[in-house]
């Protein structure tokens, strides 16, 4: 079974340019969340979506943005880039709701360098 | 969410058992406490995780008190590519999608 996918893995932007990353989750996950994880600390929640709808959000200002579509799949948008936001971001996958394992399954990531 | 507090970095041999504990003072009755392992520029990979007392798999063992307050992870003969960071989290039962990691215990395994 595939796991997680993020594309692209590595992209370059400029200050102020706009970026769109993607995931797909493991088959039969209805849950997608989000996270920032820059050199030296431990991934920062940036949204979770769960059956289309946004279930939570982490302290990221409102440049960030996501959605899920029907297929599960989601998009972060991130506007107006900063040097700040080079990162690494990655995506999860989870079963919420009735569940009695709090595993998230990740993908390898979309590294973003801002220039 | 709870926070969790646990050393920034541990040093171990090939072969020794290592323990990595956690402090969680504020965990609620619903959290499940999680452990993660990261290599460099790969997302965290599930360990384990328990509720209480002891759980066991292929690859660790979680050791909880009954207060739940700490836990501690366990490797048993570790090898050079556990070298990574292991983070751990306290998780909502019924979502994980919101977990919070914190900096994390990064382990060196030397030859």
């Known amino acids: 079974d595939a796991g997680v996918t993020q594309s692209p893995t590595h992209l370059i932007k400029t200050r102020g340019q706009h970026v769109t990353l993607r995931c797909s989750p493991i088959s039969g996950h209805k849950s997608v969340s989000w996270y920032q994880q820059v050199l030296g600390q431990g991934p920062q929640f940036i949204f979770q979506?769960?059956?289309?709808?946004?279930?939570g959000r982490g302290n990221f200002p409102d440049r960030f943005s996501a959605r899920q579509f029907p297929n599960y799949s989601s998009e972060l948008n991130v506007n107006a880039l900063l040097l700040g936001d080079s990162a690494l971001y990655l995506c999860a996958s989870s079963l919420a709701g009735d569940t009695m394992t709090g595993e998230l399954f990740f993908g390898e990531g979309s590294r973003l360098t801002v220039l | 969410l709870a926070k969790t507090t646990q050393p920034i970095s541990m040093d171990s041999y090939e072969g020794q058992e290592v323990n990595i504990t956690c402090s969680h003072n504020?965990?609620?009755?619903?959290?499940?406490i999680t452990w993660y392992q990261q290599f460099p520029s790969q997302g965290p990979r599930f360990i384990i995780q328990g509720y209480k007392t002891k759980v066991t798999n292929e690859v660790a063992s979680l050791f909880i008190p009954a207060d739940r307050k700490s836990s501690t992870l366990s490797l048993p003969r570790v090898s050079l590519s556990d070298t990574a960071v292991y983070y751990c989290?306290?998780?909502?039962?019924?979502?994980?999608?919101?977990?919070?990691f914190g900096d994390g215990t990064t382990l060196t395994v030397k030859p």
């Open positions: 989290l306290v998780v909502p039962n019924t979502n994980a999608g919101k977990s919070t």
């Open positions: 504020n965990i609620a009755t619903n959290d499940y």
């Open positions: 979506y769960y059956e289309k709808e946004e279930r």
